[in-house]
């Protein structure tokens, strides 16, 4: 299994501003993903995040308003940039088991644009 | 195109009733299925899963599923429901190591006493 510890857990951001996410997971993973669940709603992927190359977005989530950096094999970060009430979600990052056994998921990040 | 399927927005069962939610997908490959729960306030957590093999798997907390793949659906079961599974339940498919879970809109799960 793998835990994944994501910071910070909650944040109440201006608009205009930018908030990066951490994610840090216990073990080597090739993948991370990052979802959106707005308020009521399921998980939507953002993106995708392979260590060493360019993040791949998904349809309605673009590089500039949602940089993603993977540095290495445990740890990701994601930015939302230039903040509106509109992104006020929560953010979570996720990892594949081995052989896709399983998705684990942090905690996520409550975020509330005001 | 993949996705999922979760045709009930909101349940309402009496607690020690059984309960029966449902889920279809549409997915390319060989799906990998998967029930998460979340609590209000909480993080996902995971039912249960089926990859291959057995089509009715067991999962934590008294929670079952059976994968039918006639019908493209993995409908999750309970025999008697405890006023604390009240949540938030998620429905997913997912392919090989490394592709991204597609989740259904979710059901909301109200028990009354």
């Known amino acids: 299994s793998a835990v994944i510890s994501q910071k910070p857990s909650r944040d109440i951001c201006q608009r205009g501003t930018s908030l990066t996410i951490q994610c840090q997971v216990d073990s080597q993973v090739t993948m991370m993903f990052w979802y959106r669940q707005q308020p009521g709603q399921s998980l939507t992927l953002i993106a995708t995040?392979?260590?060493?190359?360019?993040?791949?977005?998904e349809s309605g989530f673009v590089i500039d308003k949602f940089p993603i950096s993977r540095p290495n094999l445990t740890f990701s970060t994601l930015t939302v940039s230039n903040m509106s009430p509109e992104d006020s979600s929560i953010y979570l990052c996720?990892?594949?088991?081995?052989?896709?056994?399983?998705?684990?998921f942090g905690q996520g990040t409550r975020l509330t644009v005001v | 195109a993949q996705s999922v399927t979760q045709p009930d927005i909101h349940i309402t069962v009496s607690e020690g009733a059984s309960l029966e939610l449902r889920c279809n997908y549409s997915?390319?490959?060989?799906?990998?299925l998967f029930w998460y729960v979340q609590s209000p306030g909480q993080g996902l957590q995971l039912l249960l899963k089926y990859f291959s093999g057995d089509t009715l798997v067991q999962g934590i907390k008294g929670f079952e599923a059976e994968f039918k793949r006639s019908q493209s659906s993995f409908n999750l079961r309970k025999p008697s429901v405890h006023w604390s599974d009240a949540a938030e339940y998620f429905c997913a498919v997912g392919g090989q190591a490394g592709t991204a879970l597609i989740f259904g809109k979710g059901t909301t799960l109200s028990v009354s006493s």
């Open positions: 997915y390319g490959a060989t799906p990998y």
């Open positions: 995040a392979n260590q060493g190359s360019e993040a791949t977005y």
């Open positions: 996720s990892v594949d088991g081995d052989l896709n056994t399983e998705a684990f």
